[in-house]
């Protein structure tokens, strides 16, 4: 099966991002995957090769929350930050996948800043 270029494009900026940031214990990367109808995120220590804490749109709480993609992405920002708190993490490092800057995932960002999240 053939890819598209646009996946194929999306993988390549993927690698070029990866090559400059790396997640720690201390700071961890905040990675974003985002699917048609879902987003999801994670917290990943890149050193030990294990993810710390992860949310997504598909969680309990989340999915029964009214509201379009966008506003649910805010609210899985405000989730991840919740559980980053919760295991003593302020600062992380900021993934967005090859996905442009805008939308859901700018909206992500926001919710996690908003929760107190440092980037």
Same mark, same amino acid.
Do not use: C, W
């Given at each position: 099966?053939?890819? #598209?270029?646009?996946?194929?494009?999306?993988? $390549?900026?993927? *690698?070029?991002?990866?090559?400059?940031?790396?997640?720690? %214990?201390? @700071?961890? =990367? +905040?990675?974003?995957? =985002? #699917?048609?109808?879902?987003? *999801?995120?994670?917290?990943?220590?890149?050193? %030990?090769?294990?993810?710390? /804490?992860?949310?997504? #749109?598909?969680?309990?709480?989340?999915? %029964?929350? /009214?509201? $379009?993609? #966008?506003?649910?992405?805010?609210?899985?920002?405000? /989730?991840?930050?919740? @559980?980053? @708190?919760? +295991?003593?993490?302020?600062?992380?490092?900021?993934?967005?996948?090859?996905?442009?800057?805008?939308?859901? !995932?700018?909206?992500?960002?926001?919710? %996690?800043?908003?929760?107190?999240? !440092?980037?």
């Amino acid at each position: 099966m053939r890819t #598209s270029a646009k996946t194929t494009r999306r993988q $390549n900026i993927r *690698y070029r991002i990866r090559r400059k940031i790396a997640g720690t %214990a201390q @700071k961890p =990367r +905040l990675s974003v995957f =985002r #699917s048609n109808k879902d987003i *999801y995120v994670q917290l990943i220590d890149d050193d %030990a090769a294990v993810t710390i /804490a992860a949310a997504s #749109s598909r969680d309990k709480d989340i999915a %029964a929350q /009214a509201g $379009n993609k #966008s506003e649910k992405g805010k609210l899985v920002g405000q /989730a991840i930050a919740r @559980k980053a @708190k919760d +295991l003593g993490i302020e600062n992380v490092v900021f993934d967005r996948s090859g996905y442009l800057y805008h939308g859901r !995932v700018k909206s992500v960002a926001d919710g %996690a800043r908003e929760g107190g999240l !440092v980037f």
